[in-house]
């Protein structure tokens, strides 16, 4: 590949080079985890099934339609400012941060019930490391909140391009956490 070949492709990625460094940077640190995780439960099947089964999967699993619903959101967010609908753009980001909330209280409600079962990060190696990986992208889905909620405010499309881009970034990891973290048997 060409220099120019390079920078053409550079040219061409959505949004600011560094928010994609961030991006990928934030994907390897998850990847990183898991991989510590998987690795981990090699050793212990029997001791991580027994955790796992602990674990609110239904929640789970409306939490990842949640956060899929309001990643569809973010980017229909950003479709209706391109089509100057910035009213409609607007509550559409709105709408997606809304839901990165919900996503919260479902996920605060799980911590607290495995608080008051005694369940903490020392209970298992398992649990070590679901308080920390879930832990982890809540912060993200914190960040992301407020991150959709100054892109509503501040609205142009490549706010918002940028915006939506860590917010898929949410989502695209807990599409990997569920799986790995509530149904691997």
Do not use: C
């Not at 590949?1 to 998850?30: A, H, K, R, Y």
């Amino acid at each position: 590949m060409t220099e120019q070949t390079s920078q053409n492709l550079l040219e061409e990625l959505p949004g600011d080079l560094m928010m994609w460094v961030l991006i990928i940077s934030e994907l390897l640190i998850f990847g990183a985890g898991l991989v510590v995780f998987l690795s981990l439960r090699i050793s212990d099947p029997a001791g991580f099934a027994e955790a796992q089964s602990q674990l609110h999967r239904t929640g789970a699993a409306l939490n990842t339609i949640i956060l899929i619903t309001s990643g569809y959101l973010a980017a229909i967010g950003l479709r209706l400012n391109l089509a100057a609908q910035r009213g409609a753009a607007r509550l559409a980001l709105i709408a997606a941060a809304a839901l990165g909330v919900v996503f919260l209280i479902i996920k605060l409600a799980e911590y607290a019930d495995k608080a008051a079962q005694g369940i903490t990060y020392d209970t298992h190696p398992f649990f070590m490391f679901y308080y920390l990986l879930t832990g982890f992208h809540a912060a993200h889905v914190i960040a992301g909140v407020l991150v959709l909620l100054l892109v509503a405010w501040r609205d142009t499309p490549e706010n918002i391009e940028m915006g939506a881009a860590f917010w898929h970034m949410v989502d695209l990891v807990w599409v990997l956490l569920f799986p790995v973290i509530y149904l691997l048997a």
